[in-house]
């Protein structure tokens, strides 16, 4: 979502080194290096087919050096760059029909914006002309909404029907009706988040995921007619000691059909189960896998796709609703990001491990999508590790550069989310430190998925301090083992990562020795009051109220509170245009570690949270190296 242009940069020394040719770098000086080869190298999105023409699919790409959208017409083989922003577009959705592509046009990255559409066949093969936005060609898929987040999008089959959910500060969420020539209808409006679940195969029913009960973690489900009325609810939340949530994995595929496939947690994990919204009758698929399961259908209704993931790696499995039997598809060891049923049955798939590269791989056997170009260089595979925590084990993933003994200077790289999780899956970050000779450390602290709800849900109110406890306990593990020397331990991280990083260098200030934090949470309060009103909603569940309300958890919880404490060298790198990590909480925190002359560097960017331009992501990681590299040997 960004550029080097109009950026700028803070360094004590005012000076800059690069990283290739030094001692542990992965090529000799002159040569592009293993890292840089892997964020270069082009990659592609799993393709998005459309449901009344399979022909014709959507993908992103970087093969240009910018994410953009790509259309795919699959009879004639032929590929066409359908948008070209300086930086970056990913929010794309491909109408049912096929014929038209929706993207989402924000302002450099702050995610606030509208949504435009072309026709499938307007998508030139070089792109939007020089010179020109898209803006400039594509119309406004809904004229007369006005600007905002996106929540949600589902676009009827006749293919002049959607239903759009919106976010502002100012009217919380609000979801349209929307028809081609028509005036637009809200049917829903409430002050807590919500969302666009799913549009039914016959376009008579729209499923939308709510918060109305004020726990921005677990959502109820409603089922509307196209008039605004209600037809259903499911809200898991009611009447129980402990909170559990709901999701719309979508309707069946089938004309008349008004069975909509949800997960629950009510086992305690993720897990899929078939409801019929006229009738109310719950179909409890009762499928016998560890972890978070999640499902959606084939096309002809008569099974699901089941998604597995189970410590850190993903499998796929094929559901058949008549006879219930479960039959594992094949699928390499490592992860599966994304899959999708072809109509002829086969199953399309996003795979990766820590060592391979991420490929569109079909069950045929074959490369489904292949970019031309530079291949990216694999990386060293993972290691697992299981450490005892004050809530439990800890699973935590280990690389480190082969045929080298430790103790080794080591990297702790937190995860965002903070409801998310590290895997088995190709990381072009993690692989660029290994490569100049660290090992890196990724921990699913309390607070991820995968591990059931009670993990993920333990993460209240001591926000963040939770999520330290564990990352200490693998970084006790890390030095007693032998692994990692004590003396040259970074703690990093982007998002909640960067906001743990902060958090970890204040209130354990002898436990490492620097720190880099990409698009942090900096000051808590100045990032409640700027940030978008999904993320406010988000940070009253985890804290259990407003600044206002509970102030003394918004101090606990805050990296501004500790930040007189902190002793390392920091690096801070931040988009100006930032919603989520807003700028101006960062500068705050920054101001107090330059009134006491504290070592510290920042970089800032003309962008949102992070950036979709691979020269930036580069440059952004080739300043986070060498940053490490000259306080490390100093």
């Known amino acids: 979502m960004t550029d080097s242009n109009g950026s700028t940069q803070e360094f004590g020394s005012g000076q800059v080194r690069g990283t290739e040719g030094k001692p ?155 028809r081609t020539g028509e005036p637009t209808v809200e049917l ?58 709901l999701e719309v994995l979508g309707f069946a595929p089938v004309d008349g059909d008004t069975r909509l496939l949800i997960g629950h947690q009510r086992r305690g994990h993720w897990e899929p189960l078939v409801w019929d919204v006229a009738s109310g009758e719950e179909t409890d698929l009762a499928l016998d896998l560890p972890g978070d399961v999640g499902a959606e259908w084939y096309p002809d209704g008569s099974a699901l796709l089941v998604s597995h993931s189970f410590e850190a790696r993903s499998e796929l499995w094929r559901y058949d609703l008549a006879t219930r039997e479960l039959v594992r598809v094949p699928t390499p060891a490592g992860s599966v990001s994304g899959a999708t049923a072809r109509p002829d049955g086969t199953v399309e798939y996003l795979w990766s491990s820590a060592a391979e590269p991420s490929a569109v791989r079909s069950t045929t056997g074959e490369v489904v999508l292949d970019p ?81 709800r009670e993990w993920t849900d333990a993460l209240k109110h001591r926000v963040g301090l939770i999520e330290l406890e564990d990352i200490a306990a693998v970084r006790e593990w890390a030095v007693t083992s032998g692994l990692a020397d004590p003396s040259r331990l970074i703690l990093t991280g982007g998002s909640w990562g960067g906001y743990l990083t902060l958090l970890g260098l204040g209130t354990q200030p002898d436990a490492w020795t620097l720190g880099i934090a990409a698009v942090p949470v900096a000051d808590y309060v100045a990032a409640y009051e700027d940030e978008m009103e999904a993320l406010k909603a988000m ?56 009134a006491r002359d504290a070592v510290h560097e920042v970089y800032r960017y003309d962008a949102g949270h992070g950036s979709l331009v691979v020269d930036e992501r580069i440059k952004q990681v080739r300043l986070e190296l060498d940053f490490a590299e000259r306080h490390l040997r100093g």
Not at 220 to 241: N, Y
Not at 390 to 418: E, N, S, W, Y
Not at 427 to 439: F, L
């Open 24 to 178: 542990g770098s992965s090529a000799p000086a002159g040569a592009t290096p293993d890292w840089e080869k892997r964020f270069r190298a082009p990659r592609v999105s799993l393709p998005d087919w459309a449901e009344d023409a399979p022909h014709r699919s959507l993908f992103v790409s970087n093969a240009t050096g910018t994410y953009e959208l790509y259309a795919w017409d699959r009879a004639t083989g032929e590929q066409r760059q359908v948008t070209n922003r300086p930086n970056g577009t990913t929010d794309g959705v491909l109408s049912p029909d096929g014929e038209w592509i929706w993207w989402f046009d924000d302002k450099d990255g702050d995610e606030f914006g509208i949504w435009r559409r072309r026709r499938f066949t307007d998508a030139p093969a070089g792109g939007v002309p020089a010179g020109a936005s898209p803006a400039d060609v594509d119309e406004p898929a809904v004229p007369g909404l006005e600007p905002s987040y996106p929540a949600g999008l589902a676009i009827g089959r006749d293919g002049r029907t959607a239903v759009v959910g919106r976010s502002t500060d100012e009217d919380g969420s609000t979801i349209h009706l929307a």
């Open 188 to 245: 829903y409006r409430h002050r807590e988040s919500a969302g666009v679940g799913d549009f039914s195969h016959d376009g008579s029913l729209i499923a939308i995921e709510h918060t109305e009960h004020g726990d921005a973690m677990h959502s109820a489900l409603r089922v509307l007619r196209l008039d605004g009325s209600p037809v259903a609810e499911l809200d898991d939340t009611e009447g129980g000691t402990v909170e559990l949530g």
């Open 372 to 452: 031309p170009g530079l291949k990216s260089p694999g990386s060293v595979p993972v290691e697992d590790v299981w450490v005892d925590g004050p809530g439990g084990r800890i699973h935590a993933l280990v690389q480190r550069p082969a045929g080298v003994t430790g103790p080794l200077p080591t990297v702790f790289d937190i995860h965002g989310g903070p409801t998310w999780h590290d895997s088995d899956s190709f990381a072009a970050g993690p692989a660029a430190w290994v490569d100049h000779g660290y090992a890196v450390v990724r921990v699913n602290y309390r607070g991820s998925t995968g591990y059931g």
């Open 539 to 594: 940070d009253r569940t985890l804290l259990g109220g407003t600044p206002q309300e509970v102030p003394e958890r918004f101090e606990a919880s805050s990296p501004l509170t500790y930040v007189d404490a902190v002793k390392s060298p920091v690096y801070i790198s931040a988009g100006v245009n930032d919603p989520r990590c807003p700028i101006r909480q960062i500068d705050n925190y920054v101001a107090r570690l330059a």
